[in-house]
């Protein structure tokens, strides 16, 4: 049965199953530049998922920049 992954539940008021993939998105891996978006899109690719840059902010002043993945 489905159900007896840890990560999937069935909502029996719904009966939808719902399926978590949080654990597969955690990492200890410290990356540089661009190397995350690059293993996030390695991981949400083997479940059939997208992940894109939703937007980005620039480097200025001495902070670093930021990209927002959705």
Do not use: C
Request: overall charge positive.
């Amino acid at each position: 049965m489905v159900q007896e992954h840890p990560s999937v539940h069935f909502n029996s008021t719904s009966n939808e199953i719902i399926i978590d993939y949080i654990t597969d998105f955690i990492t200890y891996e410290i990356f540089q530049n661009r190397k995350v978006i690059k293993w996030a899109q390695e991981v949400d690719k083997s479940h059939g998922f997208m992940i894109v840059i939703k937007h980005s902010n620039l480097s200025r002043n001495g902070k670093k920049g930021r990209k927002f993945l959705t």
